[in-house]
């Protein structure tokens, strides 16, 4: 073969197999842009439940914001990292929210942050509660 063949045939296959490796690259970040969007619905659905579910004022109300928080919580069972599902896990276990366990409710928020790469700074646990439940003399 003469080498201006060889050359042609290199950059041909040169450039189907950078066109390959391109197409394989963005599927993989297509797939971790849409994996990462499902965590951030699920986190801020689980949250808008629980808000719902601190103002509700009826039987109604609670039972809508109830499932709202189940449906929410499957996603993350599904979507969440496992420090995610830890956190959860434990704040369940303390039952209603009280003040003493703000830092068992700011970790769920830090480990969805996190899970979801929103870790800007690092606010500490009594503001992350205070964000979600309010202050200590107006309890939301």
Same mark, same amino acid.
Request: glycine fraction near 8%; hydrophobic fraction near 45%; charged fraction near 25%.
């Given at each position: 073969m003469?080498?201006?063949?060889?050359?042609?045939i290199f950059g041909i296959l040169s450039a189907a197999l950078g066109g390959v490796i391109h197409a394989l690259f963005q599927r993989w970040q297509k797939k971790g842009d849409?994996? &990462? $969007?499902?965590?951030? #619905?699920a986190y801020a659905a689980y949250f808008n439940g629980i808000a719902q579910l601190s103002h509700a004022s009826n039987e109604a109300e609670i039972a809508k914001a109830n499932a709202i928080v189940a449906e929410a919580r499957g996603r993350v069972a599904?979507?969440?990292?496992?420090?995610? &599902? $830890?956190?959860?896990? #434990?704040?369940?276990?303390?039952?209603?929210?009280?003040?003493?366990?703000?830092?068992?409710h700011a970790r769920v928020v830090r480990a969805m942050r996190k899970d979801a790469d929103l870790a800007s700074g690092s606010p500490s646990?009594?503001?992350?509660?205070e964000m979600l439940f309010g202050t200590n003399d107006k309890r939301i």
């Amino acid at each position: 073969m003469s080498e201006p063949l060889l050359i042609a045939i290199f950059g041909i296959l040169s450039a189907a197999l950078g066109g390959v490796i391109h197409a394989l690259f963005q599927r993989w970040q297509k797939k971790g842009d849409d994996l &990462l $969007e499902q965590k951030v #619905a699920a986190y801020a659905a689980y949250f808008n439940g629980i808000a719902q579910l601190s103002h509700a004022s009826n039987e109604a109300e609670i039972a809508k914001a109830n499932a709202i928080v189940a449906e929410a919580r499957g996603r993350v069972a599904l979507y969440g990292s496992t420090e995610v &599902l $830890e956190a959860m896990t #434990a704040a369940f276990r303390c039952g209603p929210i009280r003040d003493d366990d703000y830092r068992i409710h700011a970790r769920v928020v830090r480990a969805m942050r996190k899970d979801a790469d929103l870790a800007s700074g690092s606010p500490s646990d009594t503001v992350l509660f205070e964000m979600l439940f309010g202050t200590n003399d107006k309890r939301i």
